[in-house]
């Protein structure tokens, strides 16, 4: 497989083994939106279990479009469950969100040194980053300082080979520990729908546009009751150079780097202009 040169970009952060004891293996959390038994899940723990101690904290139900959601209002129950394997998970009834503030702030025996989260079985590509809860436990991840992969399959399907992105998963995994990466960044990547001997490389991407081509549609009316359907309509994507899609379409892994900052600076210079308006001795 062609593509991106490792040794052609330099690291903003030590190597991830120079934060741990000598001898220590690092701790890698994996967690998703699909549900502690998605089949995602089992295929990357797999891959990543020679690289360190590898421990999942997951939800107990499918979670997606949870986003940055969090449980306010009661407890966070905890199980342990068996996996395929015969290892054992954390599933709890919260959301992504939860799990990696929970598997960061003491439910395990030492904080994680990286975050994985995923595979997610669909992709997360563009705009749709702002509703995945796969985004957004990497995310938790980072505003923790602990770096952070976010991982999904394109297109998934009952066909896919998941142990296409789970051996991806496991190259970039390996590079992480040694490089490190730059500090709150998360690295938010995609696999095209292919074989591994028919991917053609890997691309550093920007985020695309998608188009979301959704309507409100009535479902039934019961009583005083209407029920609607609104996220069900094609998804689609403008065609631009550079993104995350393009790099899909053409049989690429998509690695586009996010961080957190919110803030408009350009927006904040603008806004100084109506100070004039805005004081309060006016109103």
């Known amino acids: 497989m062609t593509g991106m040169d490792p040794s052609s970009t330099q690291s903003a952060t ?106 997610n079985l669909g992709g997360n590509l563009g705009d749709d980053i702002t509703y995945s809860g796969t985004v957004a436990a990497a995310l938790e991840g980072i505003m923790l300082d602990i770096p952070a992969i976010a991982l999904s399959a394109e297109a998934y399907h009952p066909g896919y080979d998941l142990t296409v992105p789970a051996r991806f998963a496991r190259l970039l995994v390996r590079a992480a520990l040694s490089r490190g990466l730059p500090p709150k960044t998360l690295l938010n990547v995609n696999c095209p729908d292919r074989p591994w001997e028919d991917l053609r490389g890997v691309r550093l991407t920007l985020l695309g546009k998608r188009i979301y081509g959704d309507k409100v549609q009535h479902h039934e009316t019961q009583g005083n009751r209407r029920g609607y359907y609104i996220y069900n309509d094609d998804l689609g994507y403008h065609r631009e150079p550079g993104t995350d899609f393009e790099a899909i379409s053409e049989g690429y892994v998509s690695i586009t780097p996010l961080h957190f900052d919110l803030m408009s600076h350009d927006a904040l210079e603008q806004l100084r202009g109506w100070e004039q308006e805005l004081r309060l001795t006016d109103g």
């Open 14 to 119: 030590a190597p991830l083994a120079d934060a741990r004891p000598s001898g220590v293996r690092p701790r890698i959390v994996l967690t998703n939106d699909d549900g502690v038994l998605s089949p995602g899940l089992a295929v990357l723990k797999d891959a990543l279990d020679s690289l360190g101690d590898v421990s999942i904290v997951a939800p107990d139900q499918n979670r997606s479009g949870a986003a940055r959601s969090i449980t306010m209002r009661g407890p966070l129950w905890v199980e342990e469950v068996e996996l395929p394997d015969g290892s054992l998970a954390y599933s709890t009834d919260g959301t992504p969100v939860d799990c990696v503030r929970m598997a960061a702030l003491g439910l395990l025996d030492r904080p994680p040194d990286l975050i994985v989260s995923g595979i």
